[in-house]
């Protein structure tokens, strides 16, 4: 026996979706039974759930502010020569 499933979901993103499917040799209704299987096969979400990722500008930012604190930090290990910097480095 089936029954229906009714979903708001945008537009695009359903059709970028089917789009891919498509390629793959599925269509929406598989592809959400195979979700549904899965996921109470694992008795859990067969995906990870997380934050998202820090962009690339934010890592710079954080970066950023990191170094500032460490230049202005009279306890921050430091070298001044030149000669002894592999050293320093990689000790």
């Known amino acids: 026996m089936t029954t229906t499933l009714s979903i708001r979901i945008d537009r695009n993103l359903k059709e970028d979706v089917e789009e891919l ?22 008795e859990a979400l067969p995906f990870t759930i997380s934050r998202r990722k ?3 500008r ?3 930012l954080e970066a950023i502010e990191e170094a500032k604190r460490i230049a202005h930090d009279p306890n921050a290990p430091s070298c001044t020569d030149i000669n ?6 990689f000790s």
């Open 58 to 60: 934010e890592e710079t």
């Open 21 to 42: 499917l498509e390629d793959l040799g599925l269509n929406l209704t598989t592809a959400i039974t195979c979700f549904f299987k899965k996921t109470l096969d694992l």
């Open 84 to 89: 002894k910097l592999d050293e320093f480095l």
């Open 54 to 56: 820090k962009s690339a």
